[in-house]
């Protein structure tokens, strides 16, 4: 039996001799010598130097950190680093080391500065081959109008060939605020360090800072001022709706609110934050932190506006009540119109004294993340070490307090002076016979002859 191998199409062997061709270019370049590669800038970056931020200001000291990889054949003789223009720096900041994967290398680097906003880094003998160079900058401050800046890299081989590599990636700059150029002002005022030189007012009272704190602080504070705005009246109807629930004659009404009351006033209002934040994300209920923190606030709040509201209307006198029934009135007309206005008008110094209270409150929300006053306070502290930024978020606290107590401190006294006149006034008709009831002057009847009281 004949056996026969079949010929392989034109297609066939057109594509084995492309795969052909390609095998071999490839082996030719993994087997042929490669060419040296100049030296190549890795990274070239500033530190962030804004208090509390990540921002990189003008006008205050940084560090800037450059750092190149030699080729594996390449050593290099000196570097040239053209700074940015405006950039003040000097060679005592300077700091050149180099690296051989983990480990360091002495190389004894001359670092000139000629004053043309350049940085010459000289090595007494030629850098191994394939060296890493980490060049870092301490003290170094960019123009206070900030901008963008980048960092020119010129390198010299053994062989005297001068490479220009061209500029580095873009460093961002930001401008200085007011309230930072004026704390850089600060900084070089005799009075100023005389007062630093305390550590005790440095640590609390660093003038500078407060500068620089005001504007951050604020934003905090405008956001504590957004949550009670909203929490406050929210708790205010819903704490009136459970003093109606507690006083009602009907059993379960009384048990619901009831709970609720004892169960919120008995536990600390950091714990109900804390269920709230981390308990109803893992019932897979989100929401915007903002929006819970004006939830838990005021679900806190209206417990003790319920008893605060529950008091007003119980020290209503009862017989207002019962006036108000025998001229026709309806009970919930007699609530509506006689009742609650009084209540409301008694228990204004106390809801005050609530809203105070809420208010200072609202700093307990730092501990899950949400950008009020302490929470900014908080973060440049952390950025600073210094406690200056607490008591300027002590103060904006005091803002709001103080002049709310001596309201709230007016309202309570013109209240008691009132309530005395009136007092004294309704006891003088009283025994005038005006009011009440009083006997017939006539002296031919026997009947009682009841008169109403002008204050009703």
Not at 74 to 89: A, D, H, K, N
Not at 153 to 158: E, G, N, P, R, Y
Not at 332 to 346: C, E, G, K, S, W
Not at 417 to 443: E, N, Q
């Amino acid at each position: 039996m004949n056996t026969s191998i079949p010929k392989a199409s034109p297609i066939a062997r057109l594509a084995l001799a492309i795969a052909l061709v390609l095998g071999l270019f490839a082996a030719g370049s993994l087997l042929a010598p490669r060419q040296a590669q100049a030296l190549e800038v890795t990274q070239c970056t500033a530190a962030p130097n804004e208090d509390g931020g990540n921002q990189i200001l003008g006008g205050a000291e940084t560090r800037i950190t450059w750092r190149g990889q030699a080729a594996e054949d390449e050593s290099v003789t000196s570097i040239v680093l053209t700074m940015p223009e405006g950039l003040q720096f000097d060679a005592e900041g300077v700091k050149v080391t180099g690296l051989d994967d983990l480990d360091r290398v002495e190389l004894n680097a001359q670092v000139t500065i000629p004053g043309d906003g350049t940085m010459h880094i000289d090595f007494p003998e030629p850098a191994p081959a394939g060296l890493s160079f980490l060049v870092e900058t301490y003290g170094a401050t960019f123009p206070a109008e900030g901008g963008t800046f980048t960092v020119s890299t010129q390198i010299t081989d053994a062989d005297g060939t001068v490479t220009d590599l061209g500029p580095s990636s873009e460093i961002q700059v930001a401008g200085l605020s007011k309230s930072e150029q004026i704390s850089s002002w600060l900084e070089g005022q005799e009075w100023v360090q005389a007062w630093n030189s305390n550590r005790f007012l440095h640590m609390f009272f660093d003038p500078t800072l407060i500068v620089t704190s005001v504007p951050s602080v604020a934003q905090g504070w405008v956001t504590a001022l957004g949550i009670v705005i909203i929490a406050f009246p929210l708790a205010i109807v819903v704490g009136f709706l459970l003093a109606l629930l507690r006083m009602s004659k009907l059993l379960p009404l009384r048990a619901i609110a009831s709970f609720y009351v004892n169960i919120v006033r008995g536990t600390p209002m950091f714990l109900q934050i804390y269920i709230a934040f981390f308990g109803l994300p893992l019932l897979g209920v989100n929401i915007d932190n903002f929006a819970l923190g004006c939830i838990v606030m005021a679900l806190n709040s209206c417990a003790y506006l319920c008893e605060i509201f529950r008091a007003g209307i119980q020290s209503i006198n009862k017989g207002q009540f019962e006036a108000a029934r025998s001229l026709g009135m309806t009970a919930p007309q007699t609530m509506l119109n006689v009742i609650i206005p009084q209540a409301f008008r008694n228990v204004i110094p106390t809801m005050t004294n609530e809203l105070i209270t809420l208010y200072k409150d609202t700093s307990l929300l730092a501990a899950v993340g949400i950008m009020e006053t302490v929470m900014y306070a908080k973060t440049i502290t952390a950025a600073t070490g210094n406690i200056t930024p607490y008591i300027v978020a002590a103060l904006f606290y005091l803002v709001v307090t103080l002049p709310m107590t001596a309201i709230t401190r007016r309202m309570e006294t013109g209240s008691t002076k009132k309530t005395s006149g009136k007092k004294g006034k309704r006891s003088g008709k009283l025994s005038d016979g005006k009011g009440g009831w009083t006997p017939a002057t006539d002296g031919t009847s026997t009947k009682l002859e009841v008169k109403q009281p002008d204050y009703f």
